[in-house]
């Protein structure tokens, strides 16, 4: 009896491109709502309601801590799934958008910290040019439709899979507040229990979420930011397919927890971030504002910075044979993607407000330094990728 061969389930990664794409453009709504709302007679309405209490916390914190920890889950299942299952799963996959994630941070945070060397408090956000926005470059890259071929977003999401990975280092080491022990004891006993659920093979997500929930409240009071939580209950979610359905991997709980949050992160918990952190009041700020070198040295990271780290450490690699240029991918293309790698708005917000959480001066003009930044590489990005003629794109062999 032969048995049927086990059946994959259709790239994650090519699955989501669309929806990324116009949850890309959700957020772009969400955070020009923002900034309008901000600059309008509704301002300080804005500004209370988010300072206002719901239990414990704040509506600011609920989302910056709370919702958050689901996006944060979400990239831990992605980055889980890529490396065990998907577009990571080899070391031949990773080379080319790992060395060049690599030169995306890098290079972004030398820019900044060369804007801010002389001054200690600023220098602390070192980190805040690092992280790409996948769903606001994907949402650019959807406005050029087949334009650029599919190799190249499924590089560019690759890319912020490990950008991603390393911002979640970065925070846990860099970013986070006084330690408490008990309740870091008390995480990683959740964190055990989660693992033997794993390990005895347990399928139903039921119990993994409660737990994930105890997670997220000890994270919470131990000093570490919360949305680890997000990504340490990830990692447990178990990628095996439930039992008795071996020949459908579609059904492991891993993809099954995915595809709940697939439509509410893009959709709901990102663009309600926006809304909340981009709204910067223009009102008495002043051109020098625009100048200072803790904006300059976000804007710059973002803009120069990702640019030459992605786009210089991919050609490098290509250039060594160590990788080959995305397939029907066209070095112009290339550059185009890279620039596009230099919209740095969601992560490198959270990471603005955590390291600059007790000062709004400081907070505003990270906002600023990323909109500029974000804004100028968005626009920069699509016109090469606009004009770019599609006889430069090489033909697939064979075709």
Same mark, same amino acid.
């Given at each position: ?45 804005? #500004? ?37 299952? @998907?577009?990571?799963? +080899?070391?031949? !996959?990773? *080379? ?27 220098? !602390? ?21 087949? !334009? ?10 690759? &890319? ?15 970013? +986070? ?30 119990p993994y979420l409660l737990f994930g929930a105890v997670l997220w409240v000890l994270v919470l009071r131990s000093g570490v930011h919360a949305t680890l939580a997000g990504v340490?209950?990830?990692? *447990? ?7 008795? !359905?071996?020949?459908?991997? #579609? ?34 700020? *002043?051109?020098?504002? &625009? ?7 976000? %804007?710059?990271?973002?803009?120069? @910075? ?8 991919? %050609?490098?690699?290509?250039? &060594? $044979? ?6 029907? %991918? ?11 790698? /230099? ?9 603005? &407000? ?10 505003? #003009?990270?906002?600023? /330094?990323?909109?500029? $930044? ?16 599609? #006889? ?8």
């Amino acid at each position: 009896m032969t048995l049927a061969p086990l059946r994959r389930p259709i790239s994650m990664l090519r699955a989501f491109l669309d929806s990324e794409a116009s949850g890309g453009i959700v957020l772009m709504a969400a955070a020009a709502a923002a900034l309008v709302v901000a600059n309008s007679p509704l301002g300080a309405t804005y #500004e209370s309601a988010l300072h206002a209490y719901l239990g414990p916390l704040s509506v600011a914190h609920w989302i910056n801590d709370g919702l958050m920890a689901v996006f944060f889950l979400l990239v831990g299942l992605e980055i889980k799934r890529e490396m065990l299952d @998907g577009q990571l799963s +080899t070391w031949s !996959r990773r *080379t080319l958008p790992g060395v060049a994630a690599l030169g995306g941070m890098i290079v972004p945070a030398l820019i900044y910290a060369g804007f801010n060397w002389n001054d200690p408090t600023t220098l !602390r956000g070192w980190a805040i040019p690092a992280a790409t926005d996948i769903a606001f470059a994907l949402g650019v890259l959807s406005l050029l439709g087949d !334009r650029v071929p599919t190799s190249l977003k499924i590089f560019l999401t690759a &890319l912020a899979i490990i950008d991603d990975l390393g911002a979640v280092i970065i925070i846990a080491l860099f970013y +986070t507040a006084q330690l408490s022990g008990w309740d870091l004891a008390g995480a990683a006993a959740v964190i055990g229990v989660l693992i033997v659920l794993n390990r005895r093979g347990v399928t139903s997500l039921t119990p993994y979420l409660l737990f994930g929930a105890v997670l997220w409240v000890l994270v919470l009071r131990s000093g570490v930011h919360a949305t680890l939580a997000g990504v340490a209950l990830a990692l *447990t979610i178990p990628l095996k397919p439930t039992p008795g !359905r071996i020949d459908d991997m #579609e059904q492991s709980p891993l993809h099954r927890l995915e595809h709940a949050l697939h439509g509410f992160v893009p959709f709901v918990v990102i663009p309600i971030f926006g809304f909340a952190n981009a709204g910067v009041s223009f009102a008495g700020m *002043t051109a020098d504002a &625009l100048t200072d070198h803790l904006t300059l040295g976000v %804007a710059l990271g973002l803009l120069l @910075g990702k640019l030459v780290g992605v786009f210089g450490s991919a %050609a490098l690699v290509i250039k &060594l $044979g160590f990788a080959d240029l995305p397939t029907r %991918a066209s070095w112009p293309q290339l550059l185009g993607v890279s620039m596009l790698c /230099g919209i740095g708005f969601t992560m490198s917000l959270f990471i603005g &407000l955590l390291a600059f959480a007790d000062n709004i001066e400081l907070q505003n #003009e990270v906002k600023v /330094g990323i909109l500029l $930044g974000s804004l100028t590489a968005g626009a920069i990005g699509w016109l090469i990728l606009r004009f770019v003629k599609p #006889e430069q794109v090489p033909a697939a062999r064979g075709a």
